[in-house]
């Protein structure tokens, strides 16, 4: 986010917070189901499920703006494959800006060239290198050269912490910062069905040792992305969800925070650190602003 808008964004949380308002805040755009990859947790891309057009994307967007959202999630599939004539994701980007939304975040697997100035990239990584390869083959060269080209944005590295990679965080968050060019670390645990998590994610019994770990290595000075708050409430897993300040829209419908909150199971072991930052965001805990200003105003 800008400098120039944080004066608004502050003016916006404080309102929502001193009258407890839970207005829309977040719009997630699933804008395409297409993905050239594929990883063994995802279960969101290529299932040939309708996506956007560029016409139905910016009707979307208008609509979410009335309806006060203004942080946009652009995600997929892999949504830098958006394509409609001429038209890219670059359009649906300045479309939103133009309306008045304050940061556009696009979440990605890397593969493609970063080049949408102005946004914020979250960019899935699976651990280091050697790890990273065996989920994703010949892949985590191009990903850190795509990194280093990508000019007039921001780009965050994010691991999905399962049992393949949970013994290497050390190695992988070493990795990241050497490079030099992540602003930094962001993280979520498996979420997926509970037979799903038991077998290859972090049950909720074995978070805890996983978070604190993370801990040291923001203690050590890596830019790990976790406040006081969202690491306490994810080691209990006592945060309010679903978020109704989250809209969650695909081609086919739209939900209150994310996917599976048709599913109680699976929103009972979220571990979207994502969410849970926000959630402690608009409680106003101290070092969940904190947390946001200190990468916000870097």
């Not at 960019?123 to 000019?151: F, Q, S, W």
């Not at 070493?174 to 972090?202: D, H, K, M, Q, Y």
């Not at 009972?268 to 904190?290: D, H, N, W």
């Amino acid at each position: 986010m800008r400098r120039a808008d944080w004066p608004r964004a502050v003016a916006i949380g404080l309102e929502r917070f001193l009258l407890k308002r839970t207005d829309p805040l977040v719009f997630a755009l699933l804008i395409t189901d297409r993905c050239n990859l594929d990883c063994f947790y995802c279960g969101s891309h290529n299932q040939g499920k309708a996506g956007f057009t560029f016409e139905q994307a910016r009707g979307a967007l208008e609509s979410a703006y009335r309806r006060g959202h203004r942080l946009l999630v652009i995600t997929g599939g892999e949504p830098m494959l958006w394509r409609e004539g001429e038209r890219t994701l670059r359009d649906v980007v300045d479309r939103a800006y133009g309306l008045g939304f304050l940061a556009v975040f696009i979440f990605t697997n890397g593969t493609l060239p970063l080049d949408i100035a102005g946004c914020h990239f979250y960019l899935t990584i699976d651990g280091p290198k050697a790890i990273h390869e065996k989920v994703r083959p010949n892949t985590y060269d191009r990903i850190m050269e795509n990194v280093r080209r990508a000019e007039g944005s921001e780009v965050y590295a994010s691991i999905t912490i399962s049992r393949m990679n949970a013994d290497f965080i050390e190695d992988f968050a070493r990795e990241v910062s050497a490079a030099g060019c992540f602003r930094g670390i962001s993280f979520n645990f498996l979420t997926a069905a509970p037979e799903v998590v038991e077998r290859t994610g972090i049950p909720l019994a074995e978070r805890g040792p996983v978070l604190e770990r993370l801990w040291e290595l923001k203690r050590r000075g890596h830019r790990i992305m976790l406040s006081g708050a969202a690491k306490k409430a994810l080691a209990e897993n006592d945060w309010a969800r679903p978020l109704p300040q989250i809209e969650f829209m695909t081609g086919e419908r739209s939900f209150r925070c994310c996917r599976d909150v048709d599913d109680p199971a699976i929103c009972a072991l979220c571990g979207y650190s994502t969410c849970v930052e926000l959630s402690q965001l608009m409680a106003f805990k101290p070092s969940a602003i904190i947390e946001s200003l200190r990468f916000s105003l870097r």
